[in-house]
């Protein structure tokens, strides 16, 4: 029997081809009280989404009809799932699905086979920043931007820019330390942990990103070393 849903239950959407996965997924979800509905392909979970209304979504990666690349980019461009949290689960493990990944606005990236337990640890941490976000965080003033740690806002000159959970977390984290310079394997530890199976190169995947939208001189690259945030106008 499944629980009687909870109107603030997080809303997470599973999409994936694979039905036995599905099945595990939604069976432990629930488990945990999360208000959970499934898409078999990237072009069904377009279709689903809008009316489900998902906090997160669990998204393959390789799937028929629109595979995860290609829907993460068409729900990114939907002003309703620009902040929604996406995570990425695949089989593949190579830089290349990994990097496009997050070049296609992947906040998170799961390698199957998938551990319920692992997986759970990692959407209960979300849902507690979610819910209470860091006690010490603030808004910091610098070069122009102006970051609210606590309402995961960025604006410059009055104007909001909307990043991604793990690209903001990148730039506050740095903005945070202004002077101090941080190679690829220290920002990897703070930003995605030591549980996540990430590349060094998806630092500089977010790092690109960042720049793109709130301007090339903000992070400044440090040849061989890593990234600062720059103070300098």
Not at 4 to 31: G, Q
Not at 94 to 110: L, P, Q, Y
Request: hydrophobic residues 40%.
């Amino acid at each position: 029997m499944q629980p009687t849903a909870n109107p603030n239950a997080y809303k997470i959407l599973v999409v994936d081809d694979d039905p036995d996965i599905v099945e595990l997924l939604e069976y432990n979800l629930r488990r945990e009280g999360y208000d959970v509905a499934s898409a078999p392909d990237g072009r069904k979970a377009l279709e689903i989404a809008p009316q489900f209304g998902p906090d997160i979504i669990l998204l393959d990666v390789m799937m028929p009809h629109l595979d995860g690349i290609a829907a993460c980019r068409q729900l990114r461009e939907l002003p309703k799932f620009k902040d929604t949290y996406i995570i990425f689960l695949t089989a593949r493990a190579e830089e290349f699905s990994e990097v496009a990944a997050f070049d296609a606005g992947a906040d998170d990236f799961i390698a199957k086979p998938i551990k319920p337990r692992a997986l759970l640890s990692r959407l209960a941490a979300f849902v507690r920043r979610d819910k209470d976000p860091q006690h010490t965080s603030d808004t910091i003033e610098i070069n122009g931007l102006t970051i609210d740690r606590t309402g995961f806002a960025v604006f410059q000159e009055g104007r909001k820019i909307t990043l991604p959970k793990k690209e903001f977390e990148l730039l506050a984290f740095l903005a945070a330390s202004p002077h101090k310079v941080f190679g690829r394997d220290e920002l990897l530890q703070n930003i995605w942990g030591n549980d996540v199976f990430v590349l060094a190169r998806t630092v500089d995947v977010h790092v690109r990103k960042v720049r793109e939208k709130v301007g090339d001189h903000h992070i400044q690259t440090i040849k061989g070393v890593g990234y600062k945030f720059n103070t300098d106008n």
